[in-house]
């Protein structure tokens, strides 16, 4: 059960802005911003961590979206911590953010390893959305076994990957590599909204799954205190 003295939930975005040399990418800035309106709304405390720490790339801004705007007026969005300073005895929970960028920099990163592991050991929810389940693809526990492994599992589709035109860009289609895991990869229609809850792992399929996320992880972390 978690205390009631922790009320906070980290966002974790990748620090990667090159899309195999075809185009910019970085962290798709809906898919953090929705979750971040939704868990202060719910009373959570937000932290933002990126690989490298600092400005983050974006990519995928609406300015006509008032969450995204929000989102990006804070000093949190643009300063972001460095991932390899945060302490995850901190939190409750820990999003992986989505975007192309986390396709390179996400699975090789020992603090992505480190603070989902943390988090996930200590009774806490670890949820990805979109590209941002790259963070699991080498996310072991202390065990030594995949987290991933023999857990359902969403995550931006091949058929998805293969529509955006970059199938043959990124450095491997990620919901293949997660079945490699151990993962049962449950995929729902092409964008629209598919997220899964398995134990204190709720994965999200698409940008169109980031607000059903994280009302999912907020909804886990209620019935955890309860």
Excluded at 1 to 7: A, E, V, Y
Excluded at 62 to 89: G, I, Y
Excluded at 104 to 112: L, M, R, S
Excluded at 158 to 171: C, D, K, Q, T, Y
Aim: glycine share 10%; hydrophobic share 40%; with cysteine.
């Amino acid at each position: 059960m978690l205390s009631d003295m922790s009320k906070r939930i980290l966002i974790v975005l990748t620090s990667h802005d090159d899309l195999g040399g075809v185009e910019r990418t970085g962290y798709y800035v809906p898919e953090a911003a929705h979750p971040w309106e939704i868990f202060r709304r719910a009373g959570y405390e937000v932290d933002v961590a990126s690989v490298r720490g600092g400005e983050p790339p974006q990519d995928g801004f609406d300015p006509d979206d008032p969450a995204q705007v929000a989102f990006l007026a804070t000093p949190e969005a643009h300063d972001t911590a460095r991932l390899a300073d945060v302490d995850p005895s901190r939190y409750d929970a820990v999003l992986y953010a989505g975007g192309h960028g986390t396709m390179w920099d996400f699975p090789g990163d020992a603090d992505v390893i480190r603070v989902g592991r943390a988090v996930y050991e200590q009774g806490g929810v670890v949820a990805a959305v979109c590209h941002g389940p790259a963070a699991l693809v080498n996310l072991t526990l202390s065990d030594g076994s995949y987290l991933v492994a023999g857990k359902r599992v969403a995550a931006f589709t091949n058929e998805e990957e293969n529509l955006r035109g970059v199938a043959h860009v990124v450095p491997f289609l990620l919901a293949d590599e997660l079945v490699d895991r151990g993962a049962k990869h449950e995929p729902g229609p092409d964008w629209q909204a598919q997220v899964v809850v398995d134990d204190r792992l709720v994965t999200g399929q698409n940008p169109a799954s980031a607000a059903p996320l994280a009302e999912r992880v907020v909804e886990l972390l209620a019935e955890r205190r309860a």
